[in-house]
């Protein structure tokens, strides 16, 4: 396991500061920020911006939000129902918009147990109250209350997150004041697969009380997900090595197209016992991503101890932003609480992920026929909305200047974004990077 290195900046001595930082009764207009330094904007952001400013873009593959045939990002059927349910609501009197309490709506984390649990566990959940939540600013907001939460109260030890993951989850975990944030074995790029005698091998080195970062399915960037027996496997370490898991739970199904089906390791891990973190992104699974809709769940070994965690994450949000918003809230609990909408929903979300296979499928097979010297099996075999292609930085930039396609530096692409009637083209120029990089 190789740890991230983490920047310990010196203590100032203030006589060695340059006049204008002193700090002085005479001098007055100085800006108290004039030696801040300029810093880049997140990659993908920067990235994005870039790809909407040129005009000839073929092809936007970078960030992960779902996109219809024509490239354009969906509001849901389901999503556009609920919302004509909540104008009319709104316009009776029904609704206003008054804050939300400190924790959000407050049947919004029940809603999430029953959706990720199988009935009789949800049943179970809900009635012995172990597990407890509170409503989040979707994924990241979810991760930012769980490691918070574990810095302040469990303190300054190991933190494990997959090699690769989704980059903002070292920000997540160094800002909340951890020194030791590493990566534990994941993905092997030779055979574009996991390494899963690897990643036992770095959970079962692990110091007990460390905790784990895991994907809950369809995994960002790799889209490479353990089996249900490995998943069994994983959990029976986390369980003997005494490891605390935060699972971040964005992409449910997007894989198989059944929430619960994709949400196998949360349903072992609970039957296990083992306590843990689900960071859930609503804004992914519903579209609703402007409207940063989640939840962060714990489940702990009694309902005294869930309770008293739900009245700590409540002191954390409420001294960052007091509240959450009511909009993706209102949207999420309409769909959950009516039949037919969540059945229309759910429809959806099976439409979705059959359709990003058939994407895999197709694509895998154009790539064969324009570059038959390369083995594109991995193509299909990944799972949910990214693949991790196995291009390099060279050759994803020949492909932003080449043919105007955006992609991340990585290699990651959002498969969702590439439209049917394209795909023979993006083969076409995937084949033509190959041939530009002399490594090839």
């Not at 009197?93 to 649990?117: C, R, S």
């Not at 009635?127 to 302040?152: D, E, H, I, N, P």
């Not at 800002?175 to 079962?204: I, Q, R, T």
């Not at 992920?353 to 097979?365: D, P």
């Amino acid at each position: 396991m190789s740890a991230i290195a983490t920047s310990t900046a010196p203590m100032v001595d203030p006589t060695s500061l340059p006049s204008t930082m002193k700090q002085t009764t005479s001098t007055v207009g100085v800006d108290p920020f004039a030696m801040v330094p300029l810093v880049e904007a997140s990659g993908i952001f920067t990235l994005s911006a870039e790809c909407k400013a040129d005009r000839e873009c073929r092809f936007d593959l970078l960030i992960g939000m779902y996109k219809n045939a024509d490239g354009d990002t969906v509001v849901l059927d389901s999503v556009r129902d609920a919302e004509d349910l909540i104008s009319a609501s709104i316009q009776s009197g029904e609704q206003n918009h008054e804050y939300l309490p400190i924790e959000g709506m407050k049947v919004l984390p029940d809603l999430a147990i029953e959706l990720l649990y199988k009935p009789e566990q949800a049943q179970r959940i809900i009635s012995q109250r172990k597990m407890q939540g509170v409503q989040s600013l979707s994924g990241t907001g979810a991760l930012q209350l769980a490691a918070a939460m574990c810095f302040a109260h469990m303190g300054d030890r190991d933190v494990y997150i997959s090699n690769p993951t989704w980059p903002n989850h070292f920000n997540i975990f160094k800002a909340a004041g951890f020194s030791n944030v590493a990566k534990y074995s994941y993905y092997k790029p030779e055979s574009k697969s996991l390494d899963f005698d690897g990643m036992c091998d770095d959970l079962e080195s692990m110091s007990s009380g460390s905790i784990v970062v895991l994907h809950t399915c369809a995994h960002n960037p790799t889209g490479v997900d353990p089996t249900h027996a490995q998943w069994v496997k994983i959990c029976s370490i986390l369980k003997e090595r005494n490891l605390v898991p935060v699972f971040d739970t964005a992409y449910l199904g997007f894989v198989t197209g059944s929430v619960q089906e994709d949400a196998f390791v949360l349903q072992h891990a609970y039957e296990q016992g083992l306590h843990y973190f689900t960071c859930i992104s609503f804004a992914k699974m519903f579209g609703i991503y402007s409207e940063r809709c989640g939840v962060v769940l714990y489940n702990a070994s009694s309902s005294s101890i869930a309770t008293s965690v739900v009245s700590n994450l409540k002191l954390i949000i409420r001294r960052v932003y007091s509240n959450p918003p009511k909009h993706g809230a209102r949207i999420v609990s309409t769909i959950l609480s009516s039949k037919e909408l969540k059945a229309k929903w759910e429809g959806e979300l099976m439409a979705i992920a059959t359709r990003i296979r058939g994407i895999r499928g197709r694509l895998q097979a154009a790539l064969d026929d324009v570059a038959p010297n390369h083995d594109w099996s991995h193509i299909s075999n990944q799972r949910g909305m990214f693949s991790y292609t196995g291009l390099d930085a060279a050759q994803v930039e020949f492909l932003k200047k080449e043919h105007h396609i955006y992609c991340l530096p990585t290699g990651r692409i959002n498969m969702s974004g590439i439209p049917e009637t394209k795909i023979e083209e993006l083969a076409s120029a995937i084949s033509e990077s190959l041939a530009s990089d002399p490594q090839e």
